[in-house]
């Protein structure tokens, strides 16, 4: 049973680039929550998809923004990359009418210069 | 707005030894609270969820427990190993699992 995949693993951009980072829910789940973790700080909530639409969103501009497909995998994209951007990015996976226990891939590092 | 509250920030320990870690939340309409354990740049494990309705989930050598009343919970180790160490997060979710909403985290060090 695959858990949360999520890729790249480390990437390396410069300001004002684009990017985009993926994430394979585990088998059986249909939500999907992103989060960005700063070096010694809790996760910091993004926003949440199900059904193909965001369904909840935290205090992240529009530059960050997101797409759920229908096999319930999942992308994040962040516009116009500020240093302040770095930081591990997380993909989490729940199963909206249970229990909602997240499981988390091992993330995505992002390095803005 | 909830917001979670993790004390101490960091914890050290000789091996053997029983520990507790606190959480707190301001919002008692928390629905799930689930603690993970992070290891160094990698990603979260599920450690305990304690349900709307539950009080108390155990684990192996750990326990933790939720009180919605007073607005915290508390994960509980035994015996205490130097494979223990790591920083252990908890959170709480709203009603629905929508949103989820970490503390910053307790980093454990259990010496040998």
């Known amino acids: 049973d695959a858990g949360v995949t999520q890729s790249p693993t480390h990437l390396i951009k410069t300001r004002g680039q684009q990017v985009t980072l993926r994430c394979s829910p585990k088998?059986?789940?249909?939500?999907v929550s992103w989060y960005q973790q700063a070096l010694g700080q809790g996760p910091q909530f993004i926003f949440q998809?199900?059904?193909?639409?965001?369904?909840q969103r935290g205090n992240f501009p529009d530059r960050f923004s997101g797409h759920q497909f229908p096999n319930y995998s999942s992308e994040l994209n962040v516009n116009a990359l500020l240093l302040g951007d770095s930081a591990l990015y997380l993909c989490?996976?729940?199963?909206?009418?249970?229990?909602?226990?997240?499981?988390f891939g091992e993330g995505s590092r992002l390095t803005v210069l | 707005k909830q917001e979670v509250t993790q004390i101490p920030a960091a914890l050290s320990v000789p091996e053997g030894e029983n520990l507790v870690l606190n959480c707190s939340f301001t919002d008692s309409a928390i629905y799930n609270l689930q603690w993970f354990r992070q290891d160094p740049g990698k990603g979260l494990t599920s450690l305990l969820l304690i349900q709307s309705s539950q009080r108390e989930q155990t684990s192996g050598r750990l326990n933790a427990s939720l009180d919605k009343s007073s607005g915290r919970s508390t994960l509980y180790i035994a015996a205490s190993q130097p494979g223990d160490s790591a920083t252990y997060l908890c959170?709480?979710?709203?009603?629905?699992?929508?949103?989820?909403?970490f503390g910053a985290g307790t980093r454990l060090f259990v010496k040998a």
């Open positions: 998809y199900y059904e193909e639409e965001e369904r």
């Open positions: 088998s059986g789940h249909d939500t």
């Open positions: 989490a996976s729940s199963f909206y009418q249970y229990t909602g226990e997240l499981f």
């Open positions: 959170a709480g979710s709203d009603s629905g699992g929508f949103k989820t909403i």
